[in-house]
């Protein structure tokens, strides 16, 4: 059965520091990957999706940047993060467009 | 582009009742899909259930059901036999089947708050 992991599940940051968050899809091959974000008290806003190895699409201009290095691997990044970086961040997989996307369990992200 | 509204933020229901969250949504398109996601406090996001635009049987999982009114753009969630368990956020989301440009893409509600009362 196919999997999804996502690490780490909390992490606190300083303003100006790097990110690395990373997701991994196991027991499927060629997904599409997502991330989201989840500000407080509001629904999901997606951030980049992927639909194969090196290609990323953005939804919304952003602090951060999204990388596909191998098929079932998907990271979200930032050089230097803001305040306003801070939210629950969820990553997803479906097994095509006209599959429904299932979650990892997300990472809080606090940005002091 | 397409919009999704659940009115309702916070809905309570007593243990063994059943209780029914709202959703709309505006599109243009004729063909579409839409889902339930369940977010319990661990903050893991559950698929409930799903329903093709082209299909007129509204789906059915176990306790969840939905009324799928295609006319009227609205989607409702019916919780029956509601468990405690049932406690979480519930999203409503829409997903285009335009998938030229959307790659499946997710368009969510901000949710509503169940609270299931012993």
């Known amino acids: 059965s196919q999997t999804i992991h996502q690490w780490p599940a909390t992490l606190v940051q300083p303003v100006g520091s790097p990110l690395s968050l990373e997701c991994t899809v196991e027991g499927t091959s060629n997904p599409n990957l997502y991330w989201y974000r989840q500000a407080a008290g509001r629904g999901l806003q997606l951030l980049f999706y992927?639909?194969?190895?090196?290609?990323i699409s953005s939804e919304v201009p952003q602090n951060l940047s999204a990388s596909r290095p191998q098929d079932r691997q998907f990271i979200l990044s930032s050089k230097k993060l803001l305040l306003s970086d801070s939210g629950f961040y969820l990553c997803a997989w479906s097994g095509g467009v006209e599959q429904p996307q299932h979650f990892g369990d997300g990472t809080r992200l606090s940005i002091l | 582009a397409q919009t999704v509204t659940q009115s309702q933020p916070e809905m309570s229901v007593q243990e063994a009742e059943t209780v029914t969250l709202s959703c709309t949504y505006d599109t243009s398109e004729s063909d579409y899909y839409l889902f339930w996601y369940k977010q319990p406090p661990s903050r893991q996001m559950i698929l409930v259930i799903r329903?093709?635009?082209?299909?007129?049987q509204n789906a059915t999982e176990n306790r969840f059901s939905v009324n799928f009114q295609k006319a009227a753009k609205s989607f409702s969630l019916k919780i029956s036999d509601s468990q405690l368990g049932d406690a979480a956020m519930y999203f409503c989301a829409y997903r285009s089947s335009n998938y030229g440009g959307s790659q499946g893409n997710l368009i969510f509600g901000k949710g509503t708050k169940l609270s299931v009362k012993p």
């Open positions: 992927s639909v194969g190895i090196g290609q």
């Open positions: 329903q093709e635009a082209y299909k007129q």
